[in-house]
Structure formats: structure tokens, C-alpha cells
């Protein structure tokens, strides 16, 4: 019985370290599993990432290029001012037909008699209609030009820019294009002759939108966005610093601080459109605030701001080591100087990177912009905050929703611009935090 007894305990014995060794593998197993789930989770993110920023940049890089024309253009007075009447009309110089001044150099360059109409229809084909304006700025600056003939830079058409930069078919039928076979044996030619060429799109920053995609640019936006930041900026920091402070630091903790508490928290996670039917109700109806201005759009920001640099403001506060405050209160500071010139100093940087990332996510907003009018077409740069102006997540809506082929890589460009704000300022708030930032 004795050797019984041994035997069945010897064998209890020896299963217990193998049914122990089978769980320590379930368990290693599962972890690598998890693991693996995770990489494979990251991986999928930035495969689709890469995805995202492969399909904008390389749509848009070649927004930063423009194909232009140089020509030595006559400044003929028989189709400017052809009965000399700009002394006593000056209204002649504004309404003159500067195009054919364009048209009839570039006819002349390739050869095409004044007397072929359909061939110098093809040749207007070839030069952007924002020629009449930069010319009739020219002669109003200078009308002793008139008469003379001077080197002049031009705007190719949409089509020939698109041509140009590799972005039409030119193998399918030409009934089935844009661009003709005479014309693209034109555009050969002008290259060679280096009188047509692409260089940087300086008119993408400085022009104000436009029908010609050739000429429209993000000039009115970007002014518009520096506006609304700023106003954005200047409202929602000290506002937002101050209710951090009193909520943190002063307020008694009672059911109504817990109110305003869950309140903030619940504002943060409100869709920004409400934020712009709040905006079109209260400033801009009740308020009388005009409509598409940067004003009203940084003071719609602002309230949706606002829950977003209080939180990250309290949780600033609060990362402060209760002995610091302790310390100061036991030296003799008041609760104002202790918070003021102790915890506050030393909370700044996560107020800093709080404030930055707030303004950051109001850069990219566009719904409660779209609901107090800033869709308006606005093509002369505003002057103050009260002017009307668009902002570049608008104008990228704006060029996203016109048929022009031209309009695709000019909203693509644009995406660039306002994504390479949004990493600067990002990189600002992480750049801030390293540098200031105190570990306890």
C-alpha cells in the first residue's frame, strides 16, 4: 500500500510543473500575440497615413509651379487709346482690349497672319485672361508705355499649365482633349525658344480666388487665417487662463463648480457646426456683426476653443506638487502670490501646449465657418477683421467643389499649405513642452 501511495503522489508531483510550464506558455504566447496585434494595428495606420499624404502631395506639388509666357509685348495705341482720349477720360485706359495686345505677340512669334481667325482663336487658348488686368495695372501706373514695346511675363492658360506639367493624356483623340494638336506643337516650339516655362507659383500666396484656377491663389485666406488666430489667440488665452485659475485654485468645491466642471468637459465634445448656428444666432443676428468677417469667425473659434485650453490649463495646474504650494503658504504667501508667482510660472509650458493645440485644431475648422457666410467669393485682400475674407480650410472647400481640372492640384496644394501650418504648430507645442517642461 506504501509503495502505492508513493507512486500515484510521485506522478501528481510530476504533472504539476508540466501543467505549470503549459500556462506560462498560453500566457507568453498571448503576449506576443498582443503584441503583434499592436504592430499590426501602428502598421495599418501608417499604411494608411503614407496613403493619405501620397494621394495629396502627389497631386499638389506641382501647384507650386506655374507655366508662364514671356513675350516683348507692343503697347499699341490704336487699341489702347486709338482717339487719344485718356487725358480727359482716363476711363479709356481701364476698358481697352489688353488681350489682343497678347494675342497679336504671341501670333506674331509664331508666325500666324492677322487675317486667320481660327488660328488666332487657338493662339488666346494659349495665355490666361488675368493678362488684361496685369497689363491695364501696368499702362495705369505708367501710360507713358503706351507706344512702346517692353518684355512682359504672362499667365499660360489652365489648360496649357496642365498640358504642360504632364497632366493630360495627349495620346487619345484631340477631339477628347482640351488642349489641341496645333497647340501642343506650339507649346514645343515656345519651349524651345525658352518663351515658355514654368517657374515658382508665387501668385498661389498672394492672389485672392479666382474663376481662372490658373490665377486664383490663397492670398485672402491666408490673411483671413492670421485674423482669425489672432483674434483667436487674444480671447481665448487669458479668458481660458483665468477660469482655470479660479476653477483650480480659488473656486469652493461644491455641486455648482461640479456643474460648470461637466459642463466644460461636455462643450469640448460639442460639434463645431453647433458652435456656428451659435455664432449666426448671437453675433451675426442678434449682434449685427457682418457676415464674413475674420471678427465674427474668431469670436465663433473662440467659444469653441475655449473648453480645450481650460482642461489642458487645469491639468497643468494640477500637475504641480502640492509641497510647492505648501512650501509657499508656510513662507507667508498669500494664496494669490502663491498661485500667481509659484504654481502658474511653473504650469505654463502645459498651458503653452494646451493653447497651441487648441489653436491648431481651430485652424482646420470649416463648419462653423461655412454657417456665418466666410463661402463667400473674395478675391481683394481684407484690410481689418471687419472686412470680408475667406480661410484656408474654406477656400480648400471652395476649390474642391469646382468642375476646372486645374482646380484638383490648386486644392491639393492647398491641403499642403494648411497641413504644413498644422505641423509647425504642433511641433511648436512639443518643442515648448521639452524646453520647459519640469519633471517632479
Keep these: 500500500m506504501t509503495d502505492i501511495a508513493q507512486q500515484a503522489s510521485g506522478q501528481i508531483i510530476a504533472k504539476a510543473p508540466a501543467r505549470r510550464d503549459i500556462g506560462i506558455r498560453r500566457r507568453y504566447a498571448a503576449e506576443r500575440r498582443f503584441r503583434l496585434y499592436g504592430?499590426?494595428?501602428?502598421?495599418?495606420?501608417?499604411?494608411?497615413?503614407?496613403?493619405?499624404?501620397?494621394s495629396v502631395l502627389s497631386k499638389g506639388y506641382t501647384a507650386f509651379q506655374q507655366t508662364e509666357l514671356t513675350l516683348p509685348i507692343t503697347f499699341s495705341q490704336e487699341i489702347i487709346d486709338p482717339n487719344n482720349k485718356r487725358e480727359t477720360d482716363p476711363q479709356v485706359l481701364q476698358t481697352?482690349?489688353?488681350?489682343?495686345?497678347?494675342?497679336?505677340?504671341?501670333?506674331?512669334?509664331?508666325?500666324?497672319?492677322?487675317?486667320?481667325?481660327?488660328?488666332?482663336r487657338q493662339v488666346s487658348g494659349l495665355f490666361s485672361d488675368s493678362a488684361r488686368v496685369e497689363l491695364r495695372d501696368m499702362v495705369m501706373s505708367d501710360p507713358s508705355i503706351i507706344g512702346k514695346t517692353l518684355p512682359v511675363t504672362v499667365l499660360a492658360s489652365a489648360n496649357i499649365d496642365s498640358a504642360f506639367k504632364g497632366q493630360f493624356d495627349m495620346t487619345v483623340d484631340e477631339a477628347s482633349r482640351k488642349v489641341s494638336d496645333q497647340q501642343v506643337a506650339w507649346m514645343d516650339q515656345l519651349a524651345k525658344e525658352?518663351?515658355?516655362?514654368?517657374?515658382?507659383?508665387?501668385?498661389?500666396?498672394?492672389n485672392g480666388n479666382s474663376s481662372r484656377p490658373e490665377a486664383a491663389g490663397l492670398g485672402v485666406a491666408l490673411i483671413g487665417s492670421l485674423y482669425l488666430m489672432g483674434i483667436v489667440l487674444v480671447l481665448s488665452l487669458p479668458i481660458g487662463v483665468a477660469a482655470s485659475i479660479y476653477l483650480e485654485e480659488f473656486a469652493p468645491k461644491n455641486r455648482l463648480t461640479d456643474l460648470i466642471e461637466v459642463n466644460i468637459n461636455n462643450l469640448a465634445a460639442v460639434p463645431s457646426i453647433v458652435y456656428g448656428l451659435l455664432g449666426l444666432a448671437v453675433f451675426i443676428n442678434f449682434a449685427g456683426l457682418p457676415r464674413s468677417a475674420p471678427l465674427v469667425g474668431g469670436?465663433?473659434?473662440?467659444?469653441?476653443?475655449?473648453?480645450?485650453?481650460?482642461?489642458?490649463?487645469?491639468?497643468?495646474?494640477?500637475?504641480v506638487p502640492p509641497s510647492i504650494r505648501a512650501a509657499a503658504l508656510g513662507l507667508g504667501a498669500s494664496k494669490m502670490q502663491t498661485t500667481f508667482h509659484h504654481v502658474l510660472p511653473l504650469a505654463m509650458p502645459g498651458i503653452l501646449t494646451g493653447t497651441i493645440i487648441g489653436l491648431a485644431h481651430a485652424l482646420g475648422e470649416t463648419a462653423p465657418l461655412l454657417l456665418i457666410g466666410m463661402v463667400a467669393?473674395?478675391?481683394?485682400?481684407?484690410?481689418?477683421?471687419?472686412?470680408?475674407?475667406?480661410?484656408?480650410?474654406?477656400?480648400?472647400?471652395?476649390?474642391?467643389?469646382?468642375?476646372?481640372?486645374?482646380?484638383?492640384?490648386?486644392?491639393?496644394?492647398?491641403?499642403?499649405?494648411l497641413l504644413a501650418f498644422l505641423v509647425i504648430m504642433n511641433l511648436g507645442a512639443i518643442l515648448l513642452r521639452r524646453r520647459f517642461e519640469r519633471r517632479w
Excluded at 525658352?194 to 498672394?206: E, H, P, R
Excluded at 475667406?390 to 496644394?413: C, D, H, K
Design 194 to 206: 525658352g518663351v515658355l516655362a514654368k517657374g515658382f507659383n508665387t501668385g498661389l500666396f498672394v
Design 96 to 120: 481697352a482690349n489688353y488681350p489682343v495686345l497678347v494675342r497679336n505677340a504671341l501670333a506674331e512669334k509664331l508666325g500666324v497672319a492677322s487675317s486667320n481667325r481660327a488660328a488666332l
Design 39 to 54: 504592430v499590426a494595428a501602428i502598421t495599418f495606420g501608417l499604411v494608411f497615413l503614407f496613403l493619405l499624404l501620397w
Design 299 to 319: 469670436l465663433v473659434l473662440t467659444l469653441m476653443t475655449l473648453p480645450t485650453i481650460i482642461i489642458a490649463t487645469r491639468a497643468a495646474l494640477r500637475a
Design 377 to 417: 467669393f473674395v478675391a481683394n485682400v481684407p484690410a481689418t477683421p471687419l472686412d470680408p475674407s475667406t480661410a484656408l480650410p474654406v477656400q480648400i472647400y471652395m476649390w474642391a467643389n469646382e468642375a476646372e481640372r486645374a482646380f484638383v492640384e490648386r486644392t491639393s496644394g492647398a491641403i499642403i499649405v
